[in-house]
């Protein structure tokens, strides 16, 4: 069990802070039970989260919330209970630095120990922790900077890098991939170095072989850009690349790490470039006034033609910061996204409007994975509750935001209770009703908790409130896959 201390909400470390103390700890396949009310009948399926599960190794502590060792967990939801297990990526990164139990590797925000003759050139280490990616026969674990780690699908075991055919070795392969609900086609994207920043696009078999890869770069973008998520909307993907560069010098000298390099540059404004689905070539390219996201909910093209994205508007790229501090266990730096709503002009991708459709601090935007590329109803989020301790505290509720109604309801779980991303589940039976799966951190109780909330009544108790048997350490992403596992273990 991660160690618990007493906290209040005087003190100056929250009470979130205690699932930054130790590691999360591994365990196999067990028994879910049952704390309040009943899993839905028709609830049958596989939910898989990726997060950041260790952020200490020895005696040191990474640099930044995204340097934690990838942990998956699984919650199976079969005809006899509710099972899960929790486990590492065994990628050779993770081994070598279990072996020495210290760190050596340098990551986003973690430099490699030692003298800096040592430091250079180092290749960074693949967390393998931000998010999954189920296919028929593996389970992918994702990380923007590197490839993907294939696990088996029903023992998370990690199998190796999976090879989907890249081009070229220095590939990546973002965590944010979008799924076409017709098609099944995966498309994805990696950014890669060399003189001039070049985006790799790829569309994928719904196995995940690469079925088409092309590039592109943008005129005139100098240094390395950071785009963590785009959008896939109708016919188009849409890229909105916000101003922050990397200096590229004291990171290849090993001087500064990746997240220390980076520069909020708002002269050089966020450059939007539309790509043809299709055939992966770009439309438009242009230049608007800077902001910053890491995450877009969603995105459609409506009845005039427009592009109408969805996304977590931040004014800077303060947020960084934040997650420094967040390992630590105290958040110093406050700042404040919050849902906008951007029209483009697809042959021009210029801004028509932009509008801030919810003013409530909030992340992790998300909506049902059957409806990408396609107008949606309901908006689900992680938010910050209004208290006077906001600026200091992780994201400690869940919401929706209804676009038909523009009505915004939360799931107020109380004081020091923290959820990860919830995840949206359509009920097969009723594809009007949505189950919300979130996993939850009970601060007062000295839990985690699986809680299944109906979509349209997160004013009230959840349907089902499950108790895992450890903490489970904040996650950033998950899936949900309808079908069972079969289960022989
Ligand atoms: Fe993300």
Redesign the pocket.
């Given at each position: 069990m991660v160690a618990v201390p007493h906290s209040s909400p005087t003190s100056s470390r929250r009470a979130w802070s205690q699932l930054f103390q130790a590691p999360g700890r591994a365990f196999a396949l067990t028994p879910l039970p049952i704390l309040q009310g009943k899993v839905p009948g028709a609830l049958r399926g596989t939910l898989f989260r990726n997060g950041p599960g260790r952020l200490v190794r020895g005696q040191k502590t990474m640099g930044h919330w995204f340097d934690g060792d990838g942990s998956i967990l699984g919650v199976y939801f079969t005809e006899t209970g509710v099972q899960a297990q929790y486990r590492y990526v065994e990628t050779p990164y993770l081994q070598q630095e279990a072996t020495a139990d210290t760190l050596l590797l340098p990551n986003y925000g973690t430099l490699a120990p030692g003298p800096i003759w040592q430091r250079w050139g180092k290749p960074a280490k693949n967390s393998a922790n931000?998010?999954v990616l189920p296919l028929g026969d593996r389970l992918l674990a994702l990380w923007e900077a590197g490839k993907p780690y294939a696990l088996d699908l029903q023992t998370l075991e990690t199998l190796g890098e999976a090879d989907l055919g890249f081009a070229h070795r220095s590939d990546t392969f973002s965590?944010?991939h979008k799924i076409h609900p017709a098609t099944g086609e995966i498309y994805n994207f990696g950014v890669t170095f060399g003189p001039q920043a070049t985006f790799q696009l790829y569309r994928c078999e719904p196995q995940g072989k690469i079925r088409h890869q092309a590039h592109f770069s943008v005129p005139g973008l100098k240094g390395l850009p950071l785009v963590?998520?785009f959008v896939l909307a109708g016919d188009y993907l849409v890229f909105c690349i916000p101003p922050v560069r990397l200096q590229m010098l004291p990171t290849l000298l090993g001087l500064k790490t990746v997240s220390e390099a980076l520069q909020w540059r708002p002269e050089l404004g966020t450059i939007v470039v539309i790509i043809d689905r299709h055939t992966l070539k770009p439309v438009s390219i242009s230049r608007q006034d800077p902001w910053f996201q890491?995450?877009f909910t969603n995105g459609f093209v409506n009845d005039q033609g427009e592009i109408v994205l969805e996304m977590v508007r931040f004014p800077d790229f303060a947020s960084n910061q934040q997650f420094v501090e967040i390992p630590q266990g105290q958040i110093k730096t406050y700042t404040k996204g919050t849902l906008w709503r951007y029209h483009l002009e697809p042959k021009t991708a210029k801004v028509i409007t932009a509008n801030e459709i919810c003013d409530r601090s909030c992340e992790f935007p998300i909506t049902l994975e059957s409806q990408t590329g396609q107008p949606w109803r309901k908006t689900f989020m992680g938010i910050h509750r209004q208290t006077a301790d906001i600026g200091h505290e992780l994201i400690n509720a869940i919401a929706a935001f209804d676009h038909h109604t523009t009505t915004f309801t939360m799931a107020d779980m109380g004081p020091d209770h923290y959820p990860s991303e919830p995840i949206p589940v359509q009920n097969p039976q009723n594809p009007d009703q949505i189950w919300l799966l979130v996993v939850v951190f009970n601060a007062p109780a000295k839990r985690s908790e699986l809680r299944i909330y109906d979509g349209d009544r997160l004013d009230e108790e959840p349907l089902c409130t499950l108790e895992f048997p450890k903490i489970i350490p904040p996650s950033?992403?998950g899936k949900w896959q309808p079908e069972a596992l079969d289960h022989k273990n």
């Open positions: 931000t998010s965590a944010h963590h998520d890491w995450h950033f992403h």
